[in-house]
C-alpha cells in the first residue's frame, strides 16, 4: 500500500458498524436472556483482523473442522464451541479435554468419546428435525431434508443420549442451529419450541441451548437481533429460564456482512452489437463467489481511481466521498439506457449488475458493493488473480489489515518452489 492511497480491487472493512452490530447483538441477548454465551462463526469470514475483534469482544470461537480449531487455538481464544459433521479424532478430543463446547453430529463422536473414557465433557447433541413441515418453504433443504445432527423422528436422537448416558456423561446441550432461506422470526420460534418440546418429553435438562446462527442484520425491512432474541425468549421460556439454562448463538452472516465493502475501479468501456459493457477490476468472485445472488447494494462514485496509478484511490478522495459526498464530475456526460457491468476475470458469467438511465462511466470510475463480508472473502476463489487487500476504516483513518496475495504467496507452500 503507498502512503495515502488504497488500491483497487478491494475490501473495506468499517470498523464503527462492525462494532455497532456487536453492541446490538450483545444489548438484545442482555434484554432477554440474561444468561448467555455468544459464539462467532469461523466459516462466515475468519480474517485474522476479524477474529481478533470477536475475541476482544468476548465470542466465543465457533469451529466446524480441524483447521478451524486449529486457528481458534492459534489466535487465542480461550473458548470454543465446536461444531460440524466431520471433525478430526485429536481435535474433537483435545477440545473435550479443555472443556470446550463440543456438540456431536456422527455416530464416530460418541464412538470416539466412549473409547475415551472422558466424562466430565462438555457435549451437547445436534438435533436434526422435520424443521420444513413447520415453517413450510422456509428451509434451505426444504422437502429433501437437512442432513445435520441426529434424527428426533427416527429415534437417533434418543439413542444417542441414552448412550451418553450409558457412559456416564451428561447431556449438556441441545445444538439446533438450522440454515433457512428465509432467516425468518417464525424459524427462530420453531427451534425454540423444539427445545422445550424435547425437555417435556425426554426429561432432559440441558445446561445450554444453542439455538445457532443465520439471523439477518443490517438489511432494511428485516427482522435485527432484538426482535429474534425476544421471540426466542417468548417461546424458550415456556420450559426454560435463565437461571438455569444458558443460551448460545453463533452468528456470521448478521455481525460480518454489514461493515464491509469491495471496491473497484471501472478499466474499460466497449460498444459491441450488443450495447455497452463497462469492464471493472473486480469480479463477481469476490462478493458471489457462489453465483447466487439476484443483485447487490452499489453505488458509483465518479473519478475517485487514478487511471495512471493502477486505479488506486487516493484515502481523501475516498473519504470525500464516502462522509462528505462529493460534487457530481458526471454532469455533462451523456446518460446511457443500459450499461453492463463486468467483472475482470474471462468467464462470461462474471457480469455483476446492469446501470440503466445512469451517466456513461468512464475509466477511473469507482463500483462500490456494500454489505459483502459474509460468505465472500472465506469463498473467494485463487482464479485468474489472487486475493485483493483488506483495508480497515476507523476513526478516519485506514489501515492495511491484509496485504494483496501475489506470486510469492500463491507459491510458497509448493514444494518445487526452488526450480524456479
Ligand atoms: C453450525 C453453524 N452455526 C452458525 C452458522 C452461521 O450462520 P450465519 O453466518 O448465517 O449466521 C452456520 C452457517 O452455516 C452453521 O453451520
Known amino acids: 500500500m503507498k502512503q495515502g492511497q488504497i488500491t483497487t480491487p478491494c475490501y473495506v472493512i468499517h470498523k464503527e458498524r462492525l ?97 475415551s473414557g472422558l466424562k466430565e465433557v462438555q457435549v451437547g447433541l445436534r438435533v436434526n428435525f422435520d424443521l420444513e413441515a413447520v415453517c413450510p418453504g422456509e428451509t434451505s433443504s426444504g422437502e429433501d431434508g437437512g442432513r445435520f445432527g441426529f434424527s428426533y423422528e427416527t429415534g437417533a436422537l434418543q439413542r444417542a443420549a441414552e448412550r451418553l ?49 443465520g439471523y439477518f442484520g443490517g438489511m432494511e425491512n428485516r427482522p435485527e437481533f432484538p426482535a429474534y432474541m425476544e421471540a426466542i425468549r417468548e417461546e424458550l421460556s415456556a420450559g426454560y429460564t435463565p437461571e438455569e439454562t444458558t443460551l448460545v448463538v453463533e452468528p456470521g452472516t448478521s455481525l460480518i456482512t454489514p461493515p464491509v465493502e469491495y471496491l473497484t475501479a471501472v478499466v474499460d468501456c466497449k460498444d459491441t452489437y450488443a450495447g455497452r459493457f463497462v469492464v471493472t477490476n473486480g469480479s463477481r468472485s469476490d462478493i458471489d463467489p457462489l453465483h447466487g445472488k439476484r443483485s447487490y447494494f452499489h453505488e458509483v462514485g465518479y473519478e475517485l481511481a487514478d487511471r495512471n496509478d493502477c486505479y488506486a484511490i487516493p484515502e481523501e478522495v475516498l473519504y470525500a466521498w464516502e462522509e462528505e459526498g462529493q460534487e457530481n464530475p458526471a454532469e455533462g456526460r451523456e446518460i446511457l439506457d443500459r450499461q453492463v457491468i463486468c467483472g475482470h476475470t474471462c468467464m462470461e458469467n462474471d457480469r455483476l449488475f446492469v446501470l440503466e438511465g445512469r451517466p456513461a462511466l468512464r475509466p477511473g470510475d469507482v463500483i462500490a458493493y456494500r454489505k459483502v463480508g459474509g ?21 478516519g483513518q485506514l489501515t492495511c489489515v491484509r496485504e494483496r496475495w501475489g506470486t510469492e504467496e500463491y507459491v ?9
Not at 420460534?189 to 426429561?203: S, T
Not at 460468505?375 to 476513526?395: Q, S
Not at 510458497?412 to 524456479?420: G, L, Q, T
Open 165 to 213: 448416558a450409558g457412559m456416564g456423561v451428561k447431556l449438556s446441550g441441545l445444538h439446533l442451529h438450522v440454515s433457512s432461506r428465509t432467516r425468518s422470526i417464525n424459524i427462530y420460534r420453531a427451534l425454540a419450541r423444539m427445545a422445550v418440546k424435547l425437555k417435556q418429553e425426554y426429561g432432559w435438562k440441558p445446561a445450554y441451548i444453542d439455538i445457532g446462527g
Open 19 to 115: 462494532d455497532g452490530q456487536i453492541a446490538l447483538l450483545k444489548k438484545a441477548l442482555d434484554e432477554n436472556w440474561g444468561n448467555h454465551i455468544t459464539g462467532y462463526s469461523f466459516k462466515t469470514n475468519a480474517l485474522p483482523w476479524v477474529l481478533m475483534q470477536m475475541k476482544r469482544a468476548g465470542f466465543y470461537a465457533e469451529v466446524v473442522s480441524e483447521d478451524e480449531y486449529n486457528l481458534a487455538r492459534y489466535m487465542g481464544f480461550s473458548h470454543v464451541i465446536y461444531n460440524g459433521p466431520v471433525k478430526s479424532r485429536d481435535s474433537f478430543l483435545d477440545a473435550l479435554s479443555r472443556g470446550h463446547m463440543v456438540n456431536l453430529d456422527a455416530e464416530q463422536e460418541l464412538d470416539w468419546l466412549e473409547a
Open 412 to 420: 510458497r507452500k509448493s514444494h518445487f518452489r526452488d526450480a524456479f
Open 375 to 395: 460468505y465472500t472473502m472465506c469463498l473467494t476463489p485463487l482464479f485468474i488473480r489472487y486475493f485483493p487487500p483488506v483495508y480497515v476504516k476507523e476513526g
